[in-house]
């Protein structure tokens, strides 16, 4: 009996051994196997995970491709290490990527991310046709009225216009412009009230929603950025004087697809909810969208007395305090230049005395 025992024991201590043995070295080998890249092209491999599948599917599609050695093991980690939830997405794997990578990888769905932006001064049909040139872009606002697109964006606004925050936006493959256009307009509506309530007083403005509307003309009259606050400050004191705003993105604006690169006579003088050399105070709407520098110099525009100013050709600007001297600017700056449509009146001629004879 007591040799029975002795050979039994000896037996167990073998098969521990040979347990703890195979045990190691297959936890050497998943090991090695978790740190050994995967047999990826030099330029790497883009992979779409799409929604619905699993883990399983990508593993199985990898070693189908030649770039992965037991794709079983894959699972089985994941399963063992609690990382089998994945994010579905747009996956790129660059050569060199380990499977213990490419796992952490898919637990935190680091997804391919692409970027675009909206640039300052565009209007909000300019930022859809970017977004809409995108293929990685589901264009859901595409071919919409204007009142079909405000329903799918689920927003607290009448009009499109100038809400959305020109920035650089980064997207999965597949976001929608709805998606898009939403963090827009969260951003714009954050950095609204921020700067609102750190406005300057005294200003006429009698709703962060007017002071968006002037950041719009700002961001349109602006050459060199660092006249935003004076220009600001122009359009500030023409509204406090009763004086008409008189610029001449407002006209264009009003005119839509209308315009086609120079503003006429006949331009200024019909009357449309945007052409303030008609109308009195702001334009209905926005007309751009403006970036936070023509928000911030909209709420803190420059002090001084000008009332006038004039695009000198450079990019830089010319101010003036009476009538009489931004006429002569005028006629040194812009005669035969109406192109330019950053002069506030018709070269020779004061706009009051267009609009008014």
């Given at each position: 009996?007591?040799?029975m025992?002795?050979?039994?024991?000896?037996?167990?201590?073998?098969?521990?051994?040979?347990?703890?043995?195979v045990?190691?070295?297959?936890?050497?080998?998943?090991?090695?196997?978790?740190?050994?890249?995967?047999?990826?092209?030099?330029?790497?491999y883009?992979?779409?995970?799409?929604?619905?599948?699993v883990?399983?599917?990508?593993?199985?599609?990898?070693?189908q491709?030649g770039?992965?050695?037991?794709?079983r093991l894959l699972?089985l980690?994941?399963?063992?290490?609690?990382?089998?939830?994945?994010?579905?997405?747009?996956?790129?794997?660059?050569?060199g990527?380990?499977?213990?990578?490419?796992?952490?990888?898919?637990?935190?769905g680091?997804?391919?991310l692409?970027?675009?932006?909206?640039?300052?001064?565009?209007?909000?049909?300019q930022?859809?046709a970017?977004?809409?040139?995108?293929?990685t872009?589901?264009?859901?606002?595409?071919?919409?009225?204007?009142?079909e697109?405000?329903a799918?964006?689920?927003?607290?606004?009448?009009h499109?216009?100038?809400?959305?925050?020109?920035?650089t936006y980064?997207?999965?493959?597949?976001?929608?412009?709805?998606?898009?256009?939403?963090?827009?307009?969260?951003?714009m509506?954050?950095?609204?009230?921020?700067?609102?309530?750190?406005?300057?007083d005294?200003?006429p403005?009698?709703?962060?929603?007017e002071?968006?509307?002037?950041?719009?003309?700002?961001?349109?009259?602006?050459?060199a950025e660092?006249?935003?606050?004076?220009?600001?400050?122009v359009f500030v004191?023409?509204?406090?004087?009763?004086?008409?705003?008189?610029?001449?993105?407002t006209?264009?604006?009003?005119?839509g697809?209308?315009?086609?690169?120079?503003?006429?006579?006949?331009?200024?003088?019909q009357?449309?909810?945007?052409?303030?050399?008609?109308?009195?105070?702001l334009?209905?709407?926005p007309i751009?969208?403006?970036?936070?520098?023509?928000?911030?110099?909209?709420?803190?525009?420059?002090?001084?007395?000008?009332?006038?100013?004039?695009?000198?050709?450079?990019?830089?600007?010319?101010?003036?305090?009476?009538?009489?001297?931004?006429?002569?600017?005028?006629?040194?700056?812009?005669?035969n230049?109406r192109?330019?449509?950053?002069?506030?009146?018709?070269?020779?001629?004061?706009?009051?005395?267009?609009?008014?004879p």
């Amino acid at each position: 009996m007591r040799k029975m025992l002795k050979k039994i024991m000896r037996l167990l201590r073998v098969l521990m051994v040979l347990t703890v043995l195979v045990g190691v070295s297959t936890w050497l080998y998943v090991q090695h196997w978790l740190t050994t890249p995967l047999a990826l092209p030099q330029a790497g491999y883009t992979y779409q995970l799409q929604s619905g599948r699993v883990l399983g599917h990508l593993a199985h599609d990898l070693a189908q491709q030649g770039f992965l050695q037991h794709p079983r093991l894959l699972t089985l980690y994941a399963r063992f290490s609690n990382a089998t939830k994945v994010h579905a997405g747009e996956y790129f794997l660059p050569h060199g990527v380990t499977p213990q990578q490419l796992l952490e990888k898919l637990r935190k769905g680091e997804v391919v991310l692409y970027q675009v932006t909206l640039v300052e001064g565009w209007t909000f049909r300019q930022a859809l046709a970017l977004l809409h040139s995108k293929d990685t872009v589901k264009p859901l606002l595409q071919d919409k009225t204007e009142a079909e697109q405000l329903a799918l964006l689920e927003l607290p606004i009448d009009h499109p216009e100038g809400w959305f925050f020109p920035d650089t936006y980064l997207y999965p493959r597949d976001a929608t412009d709805v998606e898009i256009m939403r963090r827009a307009y969260l951003q714009m509506q954050q950095l609204l009230q921020e700067l609102w309530e750190a406005r300057a007083d005294n200003l006429p403005y009698k709703s962060p929603y007017e002071a968006l509307i002037m950041a719009s003309i700002v961001e349109r009259e602006t050459g060199a950025e660092w006249e935003r606050d004076q220009i600001a400050g122009v359009f500030v004191r023409r509204l406090q004087k009763g004086m008409r705003l008189q610029t001449d993105p407002t006209v264009i604006y009003g005119m839509g697809e209308a315009y086609k690169g120079k503003i006429t006579r006949k331009n200024l003088q019909q009357a449309t909810p945007y052409n303030t050399y008609v109308i009195k105070g702001l334009p209905p709407t926005p007309i751009s969208l403006p970036g936070r520098a023509a928000l911030q110099a909209t709420l803190n525009p420059a002090d001084g007395n000008a009332l006038y100013f004039v695009a000198k050709g450079d990019g830089t600007t010319h101010f003036s305090a009476t009538l009489a001297e931004h006429n002569r600017a005028v006629r040194r700056y812009q005669l035969n230049r109406r192109s330019d449509y950053r002069s506030t009146v018709n070269p020779g001629q004061s706009a009051e005395e267009l609009v008014n004879p």
